[in-house]
């Protein structure tokens, strides 16, 4: 298996606009999760869902943010519009076993500059 | 609300010596316990991880205790060589509420 595959790995972008970043999960794997770092904050959840169905968006830090997953096998985060603050690694993660109850395993992130 | 809090936030050991990295978890209900390393730039990978019905686990160097009363677990890497050197995530997590929580992270050092 390839893993977790995100696109782009780096993302420079103009303040204001739309940003979308991509994760294509481990396949088999029920959970999905989006988690934004910085070395202010650290590892943040923005969003969860299982089985394609967002169970927890409590993170997402505005109506900026928003994410779909439309299938399996495909997820998307989008940022629209963009501002600096939202520069950050962005990863995506699946895992086996609903919750994270096996580990996640990270994609190689979506580094995100807002100039 | 919840949270886990690990300390250290730097630790520097001489190779060869031991690393203990401690978390303290808030949320009784929270029964899986896994740690992650992330090397400089790259992302954060599973090394080792421990269930609420046990209380120590071991994977050669590396080995992880769980104390559920206090509610606090910590890694253990014996023998410390530079390659260790990375930053290292602890998480506790409700699997019947879905909810994960990171500690914000220890920064080690392993000087050659």
């Known amino acids: 298996d390839a893993g977790v595959i995100q696109s782009p790995r780096h993302e420079v972008t103009e303040m204001g606009q739309e940003v979308t970043l991509r994760c294509k999960p481990i396949?088999?794997?029920?959970?999905l999760f989006w988690y934004r770092q910085t070395m202010m904050r650290g590892l943040e959840l923005l969003i969860y869902?299982?089985?394609?169905?967002?169970?927890?968006d409590s993170g997402m830090p505005e109506d900026r943010f928003s994410a779909k997953m439309p299938n399996a096998s495909f997820s998307t985060l989008k940022i629209q519009p963009s501002e600096p603050r939202d520069s950050a690694v962005y990863f995506c993660?699946?895992?086996?076993?609903?919750?994270?109850?096996?580990?996640?395993?990270f994609g190689s992130g979506t580094r995100l500059t807002v100039v | 609300g919840e949270n886990v809090e690990q300390h250290p936030s730097t630790l520097s050991v001489q190779e060869g010596d031991s690393a203990v990295i401690k978390c303290t978890y808030s949320?009784?209900?929270?029964?899986?316990f896994p740690w992650y390393k992330q090397e400089l730039g790259k992302r954060p990978q599973l090394i080792i991880d421990?269930?609420?019905?046990?209380g120590e686990k071991k994977d050669q160097r590396i080995a992880v205790t769980l104390n559920k009363t206090a509610k606090h677990f910590s890694l253990h890497i014996t023998e410390t060589q530079p390659e260790d050197s990375a930053v290292y995530f602890c998480a506790a997590i409700n699997t019947g509420g879905f909810k994960t929580i990171f500690g914000a992270g220890t920064r080690l050092f392993v000087k050659a």
């Open positions: 993660a699946s895992s086996l076993l609903t919750g994270g109850a096996s580990g996640y395993t």
């Open positions: 949320d009784s209900a929270s029964n899986y």
């Open positions: 421990i269930r609420s019905n046990v």
């Open positions: 869902f299982n089985n394609n169905v967002p169970i927890d």
């Open positions: 396949s088999g794997h029920n959970s």
